[in-house]
């Protein structure tokens, strides 16, 4: 009787917990829905409602007029710089942090997390105050006929900077996660380091480099605050697609500048895509 009376209560307690924990579930789901359109959905929706407001003939000059493409042509050309160079520095950096134990480790580590930490107006104020024409360096280049501030080098100079740690802690994550058994069998068994690293090492962090690439180049092609503050803003010349879409917008020109802002979302559609589709196969047994 007791066992019988028990199996009751239980089997109602289940019963009862049931809709209660499909109702909440569903508020939740509901919550984080409404979230993501209201944050995300409603926006993009009126960047392309705004920039297709003049019709599409109207979209199309905005897009293909010369300081647009100068400007697509600038920031393309960073990121074509400025990645690689990424890629060459995260590999360094997660090949010695990840695979190797030394005296200051952890505060290279900290020094790679400074860019996401600090504001990129900052940092642009910083090359500003090291390199601008005012600094004791700065003052030296211009003198040898090289300008780094208010000109591409200088646009160069704080991309990278706002950007190196992306690839760097994607490469350390995987190798630190990777272990150092099959650099050390391979070592062992006559591979020189060249070879442990291309055979054995790079294979395996394979998608957390991708991964890491297509998270800094959305950044570097997207990048706003430390490049205004170094570009100069010179139409046709210092001005990437982000600092183009400002220049419209202050000109009241706001059906161009949303035609403009476009491109930038196909491209965070593009990363995300991407991520998305990266995350789904790393997370596949290789």
């Known amino acids: 009787m007791g066992l019988w009376a028990r199996g009751n209560v239980e089997t109602g307690t289940r019963a009862g917990v049931r809709p209660a924990g499909r109702a909440t579930r569903r508020l939740l789901i509901g919550v984080a829905l409404g979230?993501?359109?209201?944050?995300?959905?409603?926006p993009v929706l009126a960047v392309f409602a705004k920039a297709f407001q003049q019709g599409?003939?109207?979209?199309?000059h905005a897009v293909v007029e010369r300081e647009a493409i100068a400007a697509l042509r600038l920031?393309?050309?960073?990121?074509?710089?400025?990645?690689?160079?990424?890629?060459?520095?995260?590999?360094a950096a997660g090949w010695a942090l990840g695979k190797f134990d030394f005296p200051g480790k952890s505060l290279v580590t900290a020094l790679i997390e400074i860019p996401l930490a600090v504001s990129p107006v900052i940092s642009g104020l910083v090359f500003v105050l090291c390199l601008g024409p005012r600094s004791f360096l700065g003052r030296f280049l211009l003198h040898h006929g090289v300008r780094v501030i208010f000109a591409w080098?200088?646009?160069?100079?704080?991309?990278?900077f706002v950007t190196f740690s992306y690839v760097a802690r994607e490469v350390i994550t995987a190798m630190e996660a990777g272990g150092r058994d099959k650099e050390e069998a391979a070592i062992v068994l006559g591979a020189s380091g060249w070879q442990t690293f291309s055979r054995v090492t790079l294979p395996s962090i394979r998608w957390a480099l991708l991964y890491g690439v297509v998270l800094c180049n959305a950044r570097a092609m997207g990048e706003f605050g430390a490049v205004s503050v170094v570009s100069g803003h010179v139409r046709g010349e210092t001005e990437t697609l982000p600092l183009h879409v400002e220049t419209l917008y202050d000109d009241y020109r706001?059906?161009?500048s949303f035609a403009v802002a476009s491109l930038l979302v196909f491209l965070a559609v593009f990363t995300l895509v991407a991520k998305t589709l990266l995350q789904r196969a790393r997370e596949v047994p290789s």
Do not use: D, E, H, R
């Not at 599409?56 to 199309?60: G, Q, R, S, T």
């Not at 080098?153 to 990278?160: K, N, R, S």
């Open 35 to 42: 979230f993501v359109a209201v944050v995300v959905v409603v």
């Open 56 to 60: 599409v003939p109207a979209y199309v």
């Open 75 to 91: 920031t393309a050309f960073t990121a074509a710089v400025v990645v690689p160079t990424n890629v060459a520095f995260g590999l």
């Open 153 to 160: 080098p200088g646009i160069a100079l704080a991309t990278a």
């Open 254 to 256: 706001f059906s161009a």
